[in-house]
């Protein structure tokens, strides 16, 4: 550190940049687990559109429970002759979501056509059309975009 005319110690350049530094990691790690908790919220909508039932851990014996099962993973357990379905979400909702058979197919149903949506979304496909002008787009594009075409 270096010191000014009275002897006094004042934080040097590199001290400055490591606050930044430190404050950029911050945001950064902030920004991460909040990006985190919208898709695992958004994840847990579809849970619940599919036919799951959420169980809050709003007792001591469920928060143990809860914290046994691996968090954002399906896990299924059988009961007699009945199989179900569980979702443990330890981060947003502090619950577990319970299905059925028949809550997990349509679960895995709905996630297939939201995958194969979002292909359909990004997929490009060949289009040739005679009459199509690119001057109707403004100026730049009589000929086409300049895209070494």
């Not at 993973?73 to 299905?99: H, I, M, N, Q, T």
């Not at 995958?115 to 009459?131: K, P, Q």
């Amino acid at each position: 550190m270096k010191s000014n005319s009275c002897g006094a110690r004042r934080p040097g350049r590199y001290s400055r940049f490591g606050s930044v530094v430190a404050l950029l990691c911050a945001v950064g790690i902030l920004t991460a687990c909040q990006t985190q908790r919208q898709m695992v919220s958004q994840h847990e909508d579809y849970l619940a559109a599919a036919g799951f039932i959420v169980r809050p851990a709003n007792t001591s014996a469920r928060e143990t429970m809860l914290e046994r099962l691996p968090p954002h993973r399906f896990v299924r357990r059988s009961k007699g002759e009945d199989v179900y379905y569980v979702y443990a979400d330890p981060l947003v909702c502090d619950c577990l979501y319970v299905g059925t058979q028949k809550a997990y197919d349509q679960y895995r149903r709905d996630r297939l056509a939201r995958h194969l949506a979002d292909e359909e979304e990004l997929t490009a496909e060949s289009y040739y059309d005679s009459s199509w002008s690119w001057a109707a787009w403004g100026p730049g594009f009589a000929d086409g975009p300049d895209f070494g075409w």
